[in-house]
Structures are given as structure tokens and as C-alpha cells.
């Protein structure tokens, strides 16, 4: 049976936390908090159709600048999925 994903760490296991789950035969991916994502190329920055971010400390969240001038301009729906009082903070 083959995989329907492919996860990947976006940096070490001492870096800023960041998982990436591809999905293989589709155009999208998920990201499971947005620590840094310099180590990640804009293709898959741009795959991206679903972010779960745990918790708004910058380790968790630094990202989300990169995110977006990697986004801004482009029709594509981003869903950002976080705890509770998520969105004022965004």
C-alpha cells in the first residue's frame, strides 16, 4: 500500500518547531506550526492549504511573516487553525 502523505520536519529536532505534511497525490499540504520556515522552498510554502498552530510563543509562530509575503497577491483560501484567542493575536 503506498502513502497518502509525507511529513518532514521543517528544521532539526533543536530548531524552532515546524512539521510539514505533504499529501502525495494532491497539490496541498498541511503545517503543524509555523517556526521557521527559511529551510522550506516558496513551492512548498505555496502548497500549504492548512496551518494548526499550538500556541503563539514566536518559536511557534515566527513564521507566519514569511507566510505571508509568500501569500499576499495570490487566489488561495489559508486556513489557520489555533487555540482559543488565536485570531486577535493573528
Do not use: W
Request: glycine share 8%; hydrophobic share 45%; proline share 8%.
Amino acid at each position: 500500500m503506498k502513502p497518502l502523505f509525507l511529513p518532514q520536519l521543517v528544521n532539526d529536532p533543536f530548531g524552532d518547531p515546524g512539521l510539514y505534511v505533504e499529501y502525495l497525490f494532491e497539490k496541498r499540504s498541511f503545517l503543524f506550526d509555523l517556526g521557521d520556515l527559511r529551510a522550506l522552498a516558496p513551492r512548498k510554502i505555496l502548497r500549504i492549504s492548512d496551518i494548526f498552530v499550538s500556541h503563539t510563543h514566536m518559536d511557534h509562530f515566527v513564521g507566519f511573516d514569511q507566510l505571508l509575503r509568500i501569500s499576499l497577491g495570490r487566489e488561495k483560501n489559508l486556513r489557520l487553525f489555533g487555540p482559543p484567542g488565536f485570531v486577535a493575536q493573528v
